[in-house]
């Protein structure tokens, strides 16, 4: 990125050339890439329906909550960085609710990843973005390395979504501080085999250019931040910088989140090979809807899916899609809501995508097994499989934000990193809570303990 940067074109030339750069530096740390092309036909044993993966992994993913204050900063195991990065006054429904926009009308047979400069480089505030992920880069590539500078940031064991969040937050409070990140978290989801070092890196562009050998215990980010009198970091960023008023602290937040998902080419091929498995069209509408179904004891005790209010946000979305010749991306927790879908789709004649469930290990999983003990077996059993949880969520995630708008369940985490991905220079995006309370108690049932009405079980409970 560049702060030179005058234009769209220009913008989209430097994204790229970055882009690049990274995949190159990150090639020393992947054993050799999986034949992507195998991927684009199912392996036998799979299951032949677009289910999502195991509910275990799902329920550690996303939020229950619906309060939107609470945001995904919950996921923050350190309170001093969570508090100094998040706004407790802002009200973020004023980013929900919108005016959709109207897309392009002319469909496309094929699917390129773009940045949100890409997307929309004549956005307002674009130029400032790109001034604050500069700084980001320009900070965490310092041009000498040097190890007194070495700090350890610990990423909570929770869902992938809220390690993003935890970890955009540590980026933010490592560039003011002129800190290098090591970073202690093991993600559960990636295939050791395909990348042994089992992190972000796996997926995305390398945070830093700098690599050392740990000696000794490090000391936490927060030491850093205090012996820079450093108390709200993203405060701290938008006065060093000289943002404007409206780059808020969420704001910064999801510049930083940004900054981060930049995929790989690992990440770039798997995207493509999905898109020609399924045949993606562009543009399309996106669709994220978390039932809380395969969770909750709704399901579980009554086997029946009481889905009227998600059935008549399907035909809306169907109808969407058609007055403005699109398509659909569908990402959701709950097999028959699928079916429900087509049913809508088909008599209007729009095409609706997914990423296959075989793709997602998890797919195979018994109903009686967490999802995270599952893996790490699966992975020793199974030595030869070119599958990855982490690579089929990521790039779902990454599919999901390229929609020219989105509808999605705000109240999950995933329906919030749409909204941030999305979220391009200084105008909210185009994504609207479709899913508020997309279920409730059947009448006449004892309401199981850690149960609240319309938001499903409470946090920690299943």
Same mark, same amino acid.
């Given at each position: ?7 769209? %074109? ?16 990150? $090639? ?9 092309? %195998? ?14 993966? $195991? ?18 900063? $919950? ?9 100094? *990065? ?15 926009? $109207? ?169 493509? %090979? ?49 007055? *403005? ?5 569908? *990402? ?76 999605? *369940? ?53």
């Amino acid at each position: 990125f560049s702060l030179c940067a005058q234009s769209g %074109a220009q913008a989209m030339l430097m994204g790229r050339a970055v882009a690049l750069f990274g995949a190159l530096l990150l $090639h020393g740390t992947l054993t050799e890439p999986p034949p992507w092309t %195998a991927l684009l036909q199912p392996e036998q044993h799979a299951s032949t329906h677009n289910a999502m993966p $195991h509910a275990s992994l799902r329920n550690s993913t996303l939020s229950t909550t619906t309060d939107l204050r609470q945001h995904v900063r $919950h996921a923050t195991p350190h309170d001093s960085i969570r508090n100094s *990065t998040l706004s407790t006054t802002t009200d973020l429904r004023q980013h929900v609710r919108h005016p959709l926009p $109207h897309p392009p009308v002319a469909q496309q047979d094929h699917f390129v990843y773009q940045t949100c400069e890409e997307r929309r480089p004549n956005n307002t505030g674009t130029n400032v973005s790109l001034q604050l992920k500069d700084y980001f880069h320009r900070k965490l590539n310092p041009s000498v390395c040097d190890y007194k500078n070495y700090f350890r940031y610990m990423v909570p064991a929770v869902g992938l979504t809220a390690r993003v969040v935890s970890l955009a937050e540590g980026i933010i409070c490592a560039a003011v501080t002129d800190t290098v990140l090591y970073l202690l978290h093991n993600l559960v989801y990636t295939n050791p085999k395909l990348c042994p070092s089992m992190s972000f890196d796996c997926y995305v562009l390398p945070l830093s250019n700098c690599t050392f050998v740990k000696k000794g215990k490090l000391p936490l980010l927060e030491e850093r931040m205090n012996q820079r009198g450093v108390t709200n970091c993203a405060a701290s960023v938008r006065q060093e910088l000289g943002l404007p008023r409206w780059a808020t602290d969420d704001w910064i937040v999801k510049e930083a989140i940004q900054y981060l998902m930049r995929p790989n080419k690992r990440t770039v091929d798997f995207m493509n %090979a999905v898109s020609q498995r399924v045949a993606v069209r562009t543009p399309y509408l996106s669709l994220q809807i978390r039932t809380g179904l395969r969770f909750t004891w709704v399901n579980e005790r009554t086997k029946k899916s009481p889905l009227p209010n998600i059935d008549r946000k399907l035909q809306q979305a169907v109808d969407r899609a058609s007055r *403005t010749n699109t398509t659909i991306f569908i *990402t959701v927790d709950y097999a028959p809501v699928y079916g429900m879908l087509k049913k809508y789709a088909d008599k209007a004649k729009v095409s609706t995508f997914s990423v296959p469930a075989d793709l997602y290990p998890t797919s195979r999983i018994g109903s009686s097994q967490r999802a995270e003990q599952f893996l790490g077996t699966y992975y020793i059993q199974n030595p030869r499989t070119k599958l990855d949880e982490g690579l089929a969520w990521i790039g779902n995630l990454l599919m999901l934000t390229q929609g020219y708008e989105a509808k999605v *369940t705000m109240s999950s985490n995933i329906g919030r990193f749409v909204r941030d991905m999305m979220w391009c220079g200084q105008p909210v995006p185009a994504v609207e809570d479709a899913f508020p309370k997309p279920y409730t108690l059947p009448h006449n049932k004892k309401k199981p303990n850690g149960y609240e009405k319309g938001k499903g079980p409470t946090k920690g409970k299943k």
